[in-house]
């Protein structure tokens, strides 16, 4: 009994102890400021501040807009001799959408759609054929229109003689198809020359897949120069003859270049009677 009550009074005294140790003003945590001696300064320390994260333009959080889809193209007119087929200078042209004066060269930014070109040939020269053609004008593509003037020299023996008389025409219209689906095919170039290779022209065809040239009757020839995108170039070289007040068609087809075209072959088909039959053992 004597030695329980002397480890209780034990546990006691300790308890106590610890308690004044904890409560002693010498075990406080110091104010650093009152235990910096005199004249010394404390840094100014300033909190960590974390600024907002703004997102960038390659940041998903902020996709880039598209820009604007264009809605203009370019027009290119051309005027040559009808017999040298060099290009012939002082020409001008006017056109439906209202530009007037313009030389041979390229009208940039027109409005989508028809526009009909008239030519004002220079003193000495007539046109041959119609001194208007329309073209086709597609978002950034280049539409061409391309006219044919020869020479008016006036006889020097008589003024009243009579002007020569315009030289008979027809028309070439030359149609752009899908090798595949049949749909037809706007922003097609062709070069257009005589069957002697002279060249003649060039034109594009419209959102109607077609192009159009008035040229004198004779024979004409087609190549294309530039397939709309997506499409091979085609090597075909049309031909046709054209008469007077006639049209004369050309169906050109451009294979997909994501299509695969295999050629048939009926001559190197396997005959039937050498494919095995019966019950194979």
Known sequence: MIRFIRALLAV??????????????????PDLEQSVPPGVELP???????????PGPGDPASPEEPGPQSTTGSLSVSATDSTTGSPVTGA???????????????VSGLAAGSVTVTITAPTGMSVVGSASQTATIVADQTASVAFQLASTAASSSSSSSPAPGPTDTGTLTIVKQDRVSGAV????????TDCSDKPISS??????GTASLTVPV????????????GYFTDA?????SVVKDGVATLAMYDTPIHVIVIERDP??????????????F
């Open 236 to 240: 075909t070289i049309g031909q046709a």
């Open 12 to 29: 006691v005294a300790v308890t106590a102890t610890a308690f004044a140790l904890v409560s002693s003003p010498a075990l406080a945590v």
């Open 44 to 54: 100014n320390v300033e909190p960590n501040v974390v600024s907002p994260v703004v």
């Open 92 to 106: 001008s042209f006017s056109l439906s959408t209202g530009e007037s004066g313009v030389t041979p060269g390229t």
């Open 185 to 192: 095919l706007a922003g097609a170039t062709f070069g257009v």
């Open 267 to 280: 001559g190197n088909r396997i005959p039937i009677r050498s494919i095995p039959s019966g019950r194979i």
């Open 218 to 229: 004779g024979c004409y020839r087609v190549f294309e120069t530039a397939a709309p995108a």
């Open 203 to 208: 034109v594009t065809t419209g959102a109607g």
